[in-house]
C-alpha cells in the first residue's frame, strides 16, 4: 500500500518555554489599529516576509501567518514562518499600527498534539495579536495559559450558526468566527444578530466548496487532508502525464482532469476537475476552476454585521497579496466613506478577474443560486 | 460489543423508509441512529413520523438515537435542531458543536463523527460536557486510536464505523440538483430517484465518489470486518454499519456472525464482498489515502 503520511517527517516539537504573561494591556499597547477605521477591518494572508509587508504597505489592518509546520492549514513547502521571520513580521506590522494572527488551525493528531502545544507557547512568545484555531483542546489550552491573548475561531471548525458560535464563546471566549464559506448573505445577518462574536468572512481568493473543518476528499485519495496535514491536493500527489487523448492531471493516481490542446491546464485541485455522472460524460460535477470575488457585494456583507474581511492566499506571491490588497483597501475606505455611493469600480473588478483562479469569479453561497 | 445500524444517509421514498425500519426491528443490531443528517429539505420522513419509528424499533428492544443534521445554516434549521435536543425520550448523536451546546452540561449524547475530535484533550472536554460515546472521525486511523484508547475515560463508550460508503464531504451546494441542472433552492428532490446516490466516475471511467445530494461520499466502501477482533481487543464497544440501498440485513447479519463467531469468519468474508457493487477500501484505518486497500488485517495485539 501506497502509505502517505507526511506527519512522520516533522521535526518534534520544541521544548516549550515557560508560559510568559500575555496581557490585555500588552496586547492593546503594542499594536493599536491606527490606520484601522472602525467597522470594517482588512485581513489579508501572508505566506512569507515580503507577503506581510507588501500586505501591510498596501493598507491591510491585520495580516495572518502560520509557523513552517502542519500546524496551520497552508502547510506548503517554502512557506510560513519560522520564528525569526515571525518577530520579523510583528515588529514591522506593530510599528505601522497594525495586527498579526497567527493560524494554528489543523486539528492535532493523537499522535503528536505536543506539536501543537508547543506551537501556541512560540506565539505567545512572539507576541502575535490573536491565535486562529478549531480544536477545542487547542483552544482550552490557549485560554488557560495565556487568557488575554485573543482567540478567532477558525474557518476550519465548521462553525456556520449561532448556537455553535455562541458555544466556542461560552466555552472558549472566542472573540472573532471566521466563517465557513458555505453561508448567504441572510443567513450571516441571522448570525450577527444571535451573536455577540464577531463575524469575519472571506471577500477573495480560492473557494472551497465543502464546508470547511468537514472535507476529507484530499485525504481519501492522498492520505493528506486540511484537518490533519494542513493541506488540500498536495502538490507530492500531483502528476502531469501527456498523453494522445490530452494533457492529463493526476491526483494520487486519480485522473482529475483531461487537457486539450487549445485549454489551459489548470492545478488539480480535487474538486474543480471535470468528472462523469451518468450520461453526462464530462462536467465540473462539483465547480469550475473559479474563484471567490464579493467586492460588488462590500455593502451588503457590513450590512449583515461583518465586521472583518479576510483575503484568501497564503500561498501567493507578495505581488499578488499587493495587488489585492490595495483594491480591497480602496474599496473599505470608499465604502467606509460613504456607504450609499459604494460601488464595485470596473477597473477594480477586472484587475480581480485577472488574479482570479482560472480568470472567473463567482459570488459562491453569498448568492442563494449558487448552491 | 454491540453492533449499530448508522443513519439512513440517502432520501428514499417514505414507504421504503418505513418498510425498511419494520425489517430492521427483526434483524441482529443493537443500536438504531435515526434521522436525517444530510439535506434539511428532504421531507418524506418528518420529525413525528422519526418518532413514530423510533418507539417501534425501542420496543423491538434496539437502543435509539436521534441524530442531528451535520450542517446548520437556517432558522429551521435552528428550529428542528432544537426539537431533537429538547426530545426527551432518546439520547441524541450531535453531529455539530451546535448540537453540543444545546446538550452540554444538561443530559448525556453522543459525539458524531463529524465533531473532528482527533485528540485526548478533545475528548475529554467532551466527556467532561456529558458525551456518553464518541465515533471515531473517518479520517483517523489504527495508531491514532490506540493513542487516545490507552487514556481510558470513564464512562466514555467508543464507535468506530466499520461498513458503508464513507460521508467524505459536505456542502451547502446540492450536486444531485446540479447535476441535474437546478439549484438546491429548486430541486425538485431528484436524489429520491438514487437509492444509493449518483455514481461519479473519473474521465477514464474509474468509480470515484458518490453524490448525495449536498453530501459527498466515497464510491468505495469502507469494510473492517477482518478488523472486528482487534477493535474488540482495543476495548472499541461499537461497530456501525450504514446503510445501503440493497442487502442491508444481510450485511447486518454478516457483522453479527462475525462479533458474534456464530460463523466461518471466511465464509462471511466473501458473503460480505459479494453485496459490494465497487472495491472495499480500509486505508484510513492503515493510516494512508482513505480509498486505499490494504490487504493485511491488524494482528498484533494492541499496546494499551
Known amino acids: ?371 | 460489543m454491540k453492533l449499530s445500524l448508522g443513519p439512513l444517509l440517502y432520501y428514499w421514498p417514505r414507504k421504503t423508509v418505513q418498510a425498511f425500519y419494520r425489517a430492521i426491528e427483526d434483524a441482529p443490531v443493537d443500536i438504531v441512529y435515526l434521522g436525517e443528517t444530510v439535506c434539511a429539505r428532504r421531507h418524506e420522513i418528518r420529525f413525528p413520523d422519526w418518532l413514530a419509528i423510533a418507539r417501534r424499533l425501542q420496543g423491538a428492544g434496539k437502543e435509539v438515537h436521534l441524530c442531528t443534521q451535520t450542517l446548520i445554516e437556517s432558522a429551521s434549521d435552528i428550529a428542528l435542531l432544537h426539537k431533537i435536543t429538547d426530545n426527551n425520550f432518546y439520547q441524541v448523536e450531535a453531529n455539530d458543536m451546535g448540537a453540543v451546546h444545546c446538550m452540554a452540561g444538561r443530559k448525556p449524547f453522543i459525539a458524531g463523527a463529524h465533531l473532528n475530535i482527533y485528540n485526548l484533550p478533545t475528548l475529554q472536554w467532551l466527556a467532561s460536557l456529558g458525551a456518553r460515546r464518541w465515533v471515531v472521525p473517518l479520517e483517523m486511523g489504527r495508531d491514532d486510536l490506540v493513542q487516545i484508547l490507552r487514556a481510558k475515560i470513564p464512562d466514555l463508550e467508543t464507535e468506530v464505523f466499520a461498513f458503508g460508503r464513507m460521508p467524505l464531504a459536505f456542502s451547502a451546494r446540492c450536486f444531485t440538483a446540479r447535476h441535474h441542472g437546478r439549484t438546491r433552492d429548486d430541486c425538485e428532490f431528484n436524489c429520491l430517484e438514487d437509492p444509493d446516490g449518483l455514481t461519479m466516475e473519473t474521465l477514464e471511467g474509474e468509480r470515484f465518489l458518490v453524490l448525495n445530494g449536498t453530501q459527498i461520499q466515497s464510491a468505495s466502501t469502507c469494510v473492517l470486518l477482518d478488523e472486528v477482533e482487534y477493535l474488540k481487543t482495543l476495548g472499541v464497544d461499537v461497530i456501525r454499519v450504514s446503510p445501503q440501498g440493497t442487502a442491508t440485513l444481510e450485511i447486518l447479519n454478516i457483522f453479527s456472525s462475525v462479533v458474534h463467531h456464530s460463523g466461518n469468519p471466511e465464509t462471511a468474508r466473501n458473503a460480505l464482498l459479494s453485496h459490494l457493487e465497487d472495491a472495499p477500501c480500509n486505508g484510513y484505518w492503515h493510516g494512508g489515502p482513505g480509498l486505499s486497500q490494504c490487504q493485511n488485517k491488524t494482528l498484533r495485539q494492541p499496546d494499551l
Not at chain 1, 494572508?45 to 504597505?57: H, N, R, T, V, Y
Open chain 1, 1 to 371: 500500500m501506497n502509505t502517505l503520511f507526511p506527519l512522520t517527517s516533522f521535526s518534534p516539537a520544541p521544548p516549550a518555554p515557560a508560559p510568559a504573561p500575555h496581557t490585555a494591556a500588552q496586547s492593546s499597547t503594542s499594536s493599536p489599529l491606527a490606520t484601522t477605521k472602525p467597522g470594517l477591518e482588512l485581513v489579508c494572508p501572508a505566506g512569507s516576509l515580503p507577503a506581510l509587508k507588501a500586505a501591510i504597505d498596501a493598507g491591510a489592518d491585520s495580516v495572518y501567518l502560520g509557523f513552517r509546520d502542519a500546524t496551520n492549514a497552508r502547510n506548503f513547502a517554502g512557506l510560513n514562518f519560522d520564528e525569526v521571520a515571525l518577530k520579523c513580521g510583528i515588529a514591522y506590522a506593530h510599528t505601522r499600527g497594525r495586527k498579526v494572527f497567527l493560524a494554528l488551525n489543523t486539528y492535532p493528531p493523537a499522535s503528536n498534539v505536543s506539536l501543537w502545544l508547543g506551537a501556541i507557547h512560540r506565539a505567545a512568545a512572539c507576541n502575535v495579536d490573536a491565535l486562529i484555531m478549531a480544536d477545542p483542546g487547542l483552544l482550552g489550552y490557549s485560554q488557560k495559559h495565556y487568557p488575554a491573548l485573543r482567540r478567532h475561531l477558525s474557518v476550519q471548525a465548521s462553525a456556520t450558526n449561532h448556537e455553535a458560535i455562541n458555544f466556542y464563546h461560552a466555552q472558549f471566549g472566542i472573540s472573532r468566527v471566521v466563517l465557513p464559506r458555505v453561508l448567504s448573505l441572510d443567513q450571516i445577518a441571522l448570525l450577527a444578530a444571535n451573536t455577540p462574536v464577531d463575524l469575519e468572512v472571506f471577500g477573495f481568493g480560492s473557494l472551497c466548496v465543502m464546508v470547511e473543518g468537514r472535507c476529507a476528499l484530499s485525504s481519501y485519495v492522498t492520505g493528506s487532508g486540511p484537518n490533519s496535514q494542513g493541506v488540500c491536493s498536495p502538490p507530492h500527489a500531483v502528476r502531469w502525464i501527456e498523453t494522445p487523448q490530452g494533457r492529463e492531471s493526476r491526483l494520487g493516481g486519480v485522473l482529475i482532469d483531461r487537457y486539450t490542446p487549445d485549454e489551459n491546464a489548470g492545478y488539480p485541485t480535487l474538486c474543480k476537475g471535470r468528472f462523469k455522472v451518468n450520461e453526462i460524460n464530462s462536467y465540473y460535477a462539483l465547480e469550475e476552476p473559479a474563484g471567490l470575488n464579493s467586492l460588488e457585494l462590500l455593502a451588503h456583507l457590513a450590512g449583515a454585521g461583518v465586521t472583518a474581511i479576510k483575503i484568501e492566499g497564503r500561498q501567493r506571491s507578495p505581488s499578488y497579496v499587493a495587488q489585492v490588497t490595495e483594491i480591497w483597501r480602496r474599496a473599505i475606505d470608499l465604502y467606509l466613506a460613504d456607504q450609499h455611493k459604494y460601488h464595485a469600480q470596473a477597473p477594480w473588478m477586472a484587475t480581480l478577474d485577472k488574479l482570479t483562479e482560472g480568470q472567473r469569479h463567482t459570488l459562491g453561497a453569498y448568492q442563494r443560486p449558487w448552491k
